[in-house]
Every structure is written in structure tokens, then in C-alpha cells.
């Protein structure tokens, strides 16, 4: 994402109790209210392919936010367009599948720079 912004990455372990850290962690650091259900939803997904870990990324670039979730697997069709998804498209302007198939992202666009 070309801008000026800044870029956090956290691992967090590959269990379901970790989905409200990363809500945590999501919310900490983006300030819009969608940004913690969207990662909510991407790591979930991620958890799909039953990893050790499932890396985070927050990316912002002037009034954008991107959000990944990748794991050390290809993600299933169910997991990239599994029931989350549905809530992932409708609160992102962009959401889709990195080219190796192993992380999920969604783009939004804050009120002011971020």
C-alpha cells in the first residue's frame, strides 16, 4: 500500500481462545470500529487449516487499514469463503486471497489518517 503508514505483525497461537487478543491487540492499534470483528473473522478463518500459529499484520497507508491473517497451509475453499467471509466483504471496501493461498486480508478506510 503506497502512503506513509505503519505496519504491526504479531504471531498468535493457533487456538480459538487467541480470537479476542487479536480483537485486543486489532483494536489497540486501528481506529475504527469494524477493524477488531474483521480480524476477528480472517483469524478464524485461518484457524481452519489447524495451525501452530497464525501471523497477524495491521498495514495503514494514509486513511487505509489492511488486515491479514496467514497460516503455514493453504487455506480451504470453505475457509476463504466460509460464513465469515460474508461479514468480512460487508464491513471491507476490498477483501480477498494472497496468490499462494495461505492468508486471507481486508482493506478499509478510516475517517482520518491512521
Known amino acids: ?8 505483525c504479531k504471531c498468535f497461537a ?6 479476542r487478543a487479536v480483537r485486543g491487540w486489532t483494536a489497540l492499534r ?12 480472517l483469524f478464524v478463518a485461518a484457524l481452519g ?8 499484520t495491521l498495514s495503514t497507508a494514509d486513511r487505509r487499514v489492511r488486515i491479514t491473517a496467514a497460516g503455514p497451509s493453504v487455506l ?12 468480512v466483504r460487508s464491513l471491507s471496501t476490498a477483501s480477498g ?3 499462494d493461498g495461505r492468508a486471507m486480508w481486508a ?8
Not at 487449516?49 to 497477524?56: G, L, N, Q, W
Not at 480451504?76 to 469463503?81: E, V, Y
Open 97 to 99: 486471497v494472497d496468490p
Open 14 to 19: 493457533g487456538l480459538p481462545e487467541q480470537a
Open 49 to 56: 487449516s489447524r495451525p501452530d500459529a497464525v501471523e497477524m
Open 30 to 41: 486501528i481506529p475504527h470500529a469494524d477493524a477488531p470483528l474483521i480480524a476477528h473473522q
Open 1 to 8: 500500500m503506497p502512503g506513509r503508514g505503519y505496519t504491526w
Open 76 to 87: 480451504s475453499l470453505l475457509q476463504c469463503h466460509g460464513p465469515g467471509s460474508v461479514i
Open 107 to 114: 482493506e478499509l478506510c478510516c475517517a482520518t489518517d491512521v
